[in-house]
Every structure is written in structure tokens, then in C-alpha cells.
């Protein structure tokens, strides 16, 4: 019997996936880390609890026994979140840097007023802003003591979450990342496929650092989890969360999409196997990479959608369980005209506005409780929505039906919202476990289990689908509160 452990590494827990050889998920287990928020922009946590915390959820799964069980080890993580550390001793230099961390956002603007942005497009397909790593990682150079001296001396390591999982799984000996998770620090040519010297000397980053970058179906060394194992196995199929997500939905042709419902969304699209210049609020990334073939995506990312809900329970104890959000949500009607725009890192795409603040609007002296907890889980679709209106404006690719995954996909107040406010079907994976999926998937391509994309699609997973009910008339009513309120958010920064 062969098993893919997969680690699913995640914005605040290291989560373990055991699936067998049918990819059937036979065990999990999830262990938190903490995140924290030493001033308002930064977001952080300490690397190497992500690694204790990845070896405790490794510990705690059942693994299976016998002479004719074998494993292997897949890798799904947050993408942008980076590491840098001495490449001697292993001790990072600073905290892993978050996705949500805007540090960067100062010099991100100054690429922008100096006429960067259509250059780093061009050759990344992303845009300069915080949410990707290279203006984290400048910062960490230019702002921790003798961090750049030695990074210049050849001494330190960079890498995003995957590649300080895989050196330390392999006891040092691997440095590398995959295509897709290198296309969304800046510093990657999606084109070349390789880091871009262009974007190192822009972001002032010595090439030195930088990770060797190998397809996502590739063979990410050796390890024993720490000496979990009896024997070292191989390391395969490595990629970033969201991509992962859309393999584990067998989205694999040329204008299929996805919805993956974490702590933020990403909506994303496969355009094929050539990149395409996205439009203005999207950006086009490495998808995956698979049997010799790099596959390239549109994506629109939210920057809080799980989050909000987070905020309702730990900040306003306005909830205390997912059933009881779907319950205090559909006790009203209807929003009674409260919007929610959870911009508590800026508005991401379709709108990019780094300085945006979060916001409720439409209160009156009938709100109650339940309105803004409903306006809270409306907000996730209509951020959704926005995304996927740009791409089909823009690129004239019309979407038909959307798979979703992720935690928040299990509400079924916001699938269902979600399929209303978009006009056309849902589809929900009932294995919850996309991303991890994916990698699995990746996995067995890497291992020579599977040989093409046609037995791919033959393990496509059953899916549940929600159709829209809600009237045309009531939709468009909805879709301008939510614009109104928006718009309300950004005359707030222009004002500042």
C-alpha cells in the first residue's frame, strides 16, 4: 500500500494529510502556530514553530504499518511568506514574513511613481506591491543588523515557506522551491522561468540567496520527518496553496477556475501554457507544472475573506462556531442595507488600494447583531464576484460554473449567496482538502503513478452543485450596495 503524507502549510497552522494510493484522505491532523502583529502592518510568525508545529502534526497522524506500506511526502503551502536564514547554522535572521505584511508598501509605491510597474509586469506578471516577498525581503536587508553584509558574503537563505520546509526536512541538503510559488515573490521571470537579474538588482537582493527553481512535478530531495520515519522518502509534488487547489479540482484545461475560501480568496483561472499580460487588478502566475508542460493562470486574490469571520468571533464575539454564523446570518431576511468591506490589509484585487481601511456602512437604528454578521458573509462573495467580473470583461472569457474549496466553502449560507450574487452555478468538492489534494496529485505524476492528464481526470473527486435563486432585479440591488460601500472606502483614503 503506497501513502502521501502531505504537508499543508497554512497562514497560522501547519495542517498533515494523509491520503492512500486511491488519493482517499484517511487521516489529518492540524496544529496552530501563532501569528503575530507587532504594529499595524506587520505580520509575522517564528519560522521554526512552523517547522516544530509541520513534525507535531506529522506525529500526530496514524500512520499506517507493515512491510508493504510505503510512503512519500507532498508539499502545499502559503505562498508569499518568506524565510531567510544562515545557511551554517539554520537560525533565520528575522521572523517569517507573512503575505498579509505591508512593510513593503513605502517602496512598492516608489517603483510605481519611478515608471516601474509596466517593466515588473512584463516580466513577472505581477504587480509592485507588499503582498508578494521582494520588498519584505528588502526591508529585512536593509533593516536587520548585518543581515545584508552576510547575505552579500554568501552566508544566507532565502526562500518562501516550501523551501525552508524542504531544507530542513532534507537536514540541509536542498535548496530549492517550484515554479509556481517562485512566480509570486516579484523576482521571478514567469517567461524564462527562472529568477529575473532585472527584478534582484531593482529590489537590491543578492542572486546569491536565491533558491535553485524546479518544475512542481519534480523530486524535492529526501527526509524522515525529523526521524518520524523508519527510513528517509522522497519528497514530491510541491506548489502553493491556490494552485494546488485548482489541480485538486482537476481544473486543468484553458478557462476552467476556482475558488479557494482560506484566510484570504483566490479566484483563479487557467489560461494555458502561455503567459497572457492580465488585466489591471489581476495578476498572471506560474499555475503548475506538470509532465513537462508549465501551465500559466489569471489570479485575483482577496486579501480577507476566512479572516472577517475570524474577526466577528475572536475580536467581537459576535459568533462562537460556524453553525452559529449560518444561524445569527439567516435569522434576517436580508442585510437590511449593511455592507461589510473587510479591508483590514488593504483592498486586494480587483481594486489594489494598499491604504484602505475595513468598513460597515448602512447602519441605522434597526441594525441589529445579525445584519452585520450577515454583511460579513456576503462581503466574501461580493469580493469574488468583483474578481471574476474583471476577468470576464476583460479577457472576453465567459464563466460558466465556479469550483469552490476551502473552509469557508462549507458554509452553505455562502455557497448559496455566492452562486445568487454571481448568476450562475457553484460547485462545491466534498473533500474539503483541495490544495493538499493537488499536491498529492503532483505527487503521483513525480513518482510515475500517473503518466498523463487523461488518468488525471479520471480521479476528479464528486462535487455538489448550487444553483442561483435569487431574482435579477434583487442581485443588481445588492451588487451596487456593495459598490457604493466600496467606493465609500476609497473616497476615505483619497481624504487622508
Known amino acids: 500500500m503506497r501513502y502521501i503524507i502531505t504537508i499543508d502549510q497554512r497562514t497560522s497552522s ?15 491532523s492540524d496544529i496552530p502556530f501563532k501569528v503575530t502583529h507587532s504594529k499595524t502592518d506587520w505580520t509575522e510568525a517564528d519560522a521554526d514553530e512552523i517547522y516544530e508545529a509541520t513534525l507535531e502534526a506529522v506525529r500526530q497522524l496514524d500512520l499506517p504499518k507493515g512491510d508493504d506500506v510505503t510512503f512519500s511526502v507532498s508539499l502545499v503551502n ?5 524565510v531567510i536564514w544562515d545557511k551554517n547554522t539554520g537560525i533565520p535572521v528575522y521572523k517569517a514574513v507573512l503575505w ?5 508598501a513605502p517602496f512598492c509605491q516608489e517603483l510605481v511613481e519611478k515608471g516601474y510597474e509596466a517593466t515588473i509586469r512584463e516580466r513577472t506578471g505581477l504587480m509592485p506591491d507588499p503582498y508578494f516577498s521582494a520588498s519584505g525581503v528588502k526591508w529585512v536587508l536593509d533593516n536587520v543588523q548585518s543581515v545584508r553584509e552576510r ?8 526562500g518562501t515557506i516550501d523551501t525552508w520546509l524542504i531544507w530542513k526536512l532534507t537536514g540541509g541538503r536542498v535548496h530549492a522551491t517550484d515554479y509556481s510559488n517562485a512566480s509570486r515573490t516579484l523576482l521571478f521571470n514567469i517567461n524564462d522561468l527562472d529568477w529575473d537579474s532585472v527584478m534582484l538588482k531593482l529590489f537590491t537582493i543578492p542572486a546569491c540567496i536565491m533558491p535553485e527553481t524546479r518544475p512542481s512535478d519534480s523530486t524535492f530531495g529526501e527526509t524522515d520527518l525529523g526521524g518520524l520515519l523508519p527510513e528517509a522518502v522522497s519528497i514530491a509534488g510541491v506548489l502553493g496553496n491556490s ?7 482537476v481544473c486543468l484545461e484553458s478557462g476552467t477556475g476556482k475558488t479557494t475560501y482560506g484566510t484570504g480568496s483566490s479566484v483563479m483561472f487557467n489560461v494555458g501554457e502561455q503567459p497572457v499580460k492580465a488585466p489591471n487588478g489581476m495578476v498572471c502566475s506560474v499555475g503548475y507544472s506538470m509532465f513537462d508542460h508549465t501551465f500559466y493562470v489569471l489570479e485575483g486574490h482577496v486579501h480577507s475573506s476566512g479572516a472577517v469571520l475570524d474577526w466577528l468571533r475572536d475580536n467581537l464575539q459576535l459568533v462562537d462556531s460556524e453553525e452559529n454564523i449560518n444561524e445569527i446570518a439567516e435569522s434576517v431576511p436580508n442585510n437590511g442595507g449593511v455592507y461589510f468591506v473587510p479591508a483590514f490589509s488593504g483592498l486586494g484585487s480587483p481594486w489594489w488600494v494598499n491604504d484602505a481601511k475595513a468598513m460597515i456602512t448602512g447602519l441605522t437604528m434597526s441594525s441589529t447583531k445579525a445584519h452585520v454578521v450577515r454583511a460579513a458573509l456576503e462581503s466574501i462573495a461580493y ?3 468583483d474578481v471574476i467580473e474583471l476577468a470576464t470583461r476583460d479577457l472576453n472569457t465567459p464563466i460558466r460554473e465556479l469550483s469552490i474549496d476551502g473552509e469557508s466553502a462549507n458554509n452553505d449560507f455562502l455557497m448559496q449567496f455566492q452562486a445568487d450574487i454571481l448568476g450562475f452555478p457553484v460547485k462545491r468538492l466534498r473533500l474539503e482538502e483541495a490544495s493538499g489534494l493537488g499536491s498529492a496529485i503532483l505527487n503521483c505524476c513525480a513518482c510515475g503513478v500517473y503518466t498523463s492528464v487523461e488518468e488525471i481526470k479520471e480521479i476528479r473527486k464528486t462535487s455538489e452543485i448550487c444553483l442561483p435563486s435569487m431574482k435579477p432585479e434583487e442581485r443588481i440591488q445588492n451588487q451596487q450596495g456593495w459598490l457604493q460601500s466600496v467606493h465609500t472606502v476609497m473616497l476615505g483614503v483619497k481624504r487622508q
Do not use: P
Open 14 to 28: 501547519s495542517k498533515v494529510l494523509l491520503f492512500n494510493e486511491n488519493l482517499d484522505l484517511v487521516d489529518h
Open 100 to 104: 498579509q505584511d505591508r512593510r513593503g
Open 151 to 158: 547575505a552579500e558574503r554568501g552566508d544566507l537563505m532565502f
Open 383 to 385: 469580493q469574488v464576484a
Open 78 to 82: 502559503q505562498r508569499e511568506t518568506f
Open 243 to 249: 494552485h494546488g487547489a485548482l489541480v485538486g479540482q
